[in-house]
């Protein structure tokens, strides 16, 4: 017996090494989801041509300097656009795809199989970071190029670009993983999770500049990532200046390190305590 046991061991300890870990699946699991993701061309077109389709839009209609401020209405748009275009590949994306997955019972099949449930959602991490990367590199260009937008340049404004981007991709598509729980099948989720995302543009400042939104529809988006993305990224690109235009009076960078801090960390105990991996008529 215990011959056959020494025997045997060296080969279980050998398949057991070699099995990868939750953090190489997860890599191996992102690159799956960008190819799905690339596969749905409908997706790919309307994730990254909505928000710059609007940026062109707003961003051309209401090109008139703002007083006092230093920029142009432009500007103010395409700073904000950036926000939303961040959200739209992580909060939007995520709620939509995840709770189609869940209503196909894909969920449920990965449910049951080896993979560490940890690796699912790095997978989703990866896409969500990749897509937002490049959603971001494209309204920047835009921006840049169109409607005479500065980029940063200095490396503290880069830096600052990029924990307010990093922070805030976080806490969007950890919030976009707790919606993915509330439509009640995949063909709902669409109107589950545009909708709120859509409201949320128009008081948090994207759409409409902040000074012009009534203080309790502001109040309301100051409870959400959205509003101190916006409010950021237009104390990045925008000029000093500018900042007489927020209600505050200035940029605030502490308070929305401290907001989005908060949601990354929040929406995680959220998507802790409502994540399903089976839809409600499985149980």
Not at 5 to 12: D, E, H, I, R
Not at 94 to 109: C, N, T
Not at 224 to 248: D, T
Request: aromatic residues 12%; glycine residues 10%.
């Amino acid at each position: 017996m215990s011959t056959d046991t020494a025997s045997t061991t060296p080969a279980v300890r050998q398949s057991t090494a070699s099995v990868p870990g939750a953090w190489a699946l997860g890599l191996s699991r992102g690159v799956l989801e960008l190819k799905q993701f690339i596969r749905k061309r409908d997706a790919v077109i309307f994730t990254f041509a909505f928000p710059v389709v609007f940026l062109v839009l707003f961003a051309s209609i209401f090109s008139d300097d703002v007083p006092e401020a230093g920029v142009s209405a432009s500007q103010l748009y395409a700073a904000g656009m950036v926000a939303a275009g961040i959200m739209s590949t992580s909060f939007q994306s995520l709620g939509i795809s995840i709770a189609i997955e869940r209503d196909e019972k894909v969920l449920r099949r990965l449910r049951g199989t080896p993979m560490p449930p940890a690796a699912y959602f790095l997978g989703k991490v990866w896409m969500v970071l990749v897509t937002g990367i490049a959603e971001t590199a494209v309204l920047l260009l835009v921006g840049a190029t169109l409607f005479d937008l500065d980029l940063p340049t200095t490396a503290a404004k880069w830096l600052a670009f990029g924990w307010i981007f990093v922070l805030g991709i976080t806490g969007c598509a950890l919030l976009g993983i707790a919606i993915s729980s509330l439509p009640r099948s995949g063909s709902t989720a669409s109107s589950v999770v545009v909708l709120p995302f859509l409201i949320l543009q128009f008081i948090s400042g994207v759409y409409i500049p902040v000074g012009t939104i009534p203080s309790w529809l502001l109040d309301i988006s100051s409870f959400f990532p959205l509003k101190w993305m916006c409010q950021g990224f237009r104390g990045i690109f925008l000029p000093e200046s500018a900042a007489v235009l927020e209600p505050g009076g200035g940029w605030e960078f502490g308070r929305i390190a401290l907001v989005l801090g908060a949601w990354c960390v929040g929406g995680l105990v959220l998507c802790l305590l409502t994540f399903r991996w089976k839809s409600r008529r499985d149980g």
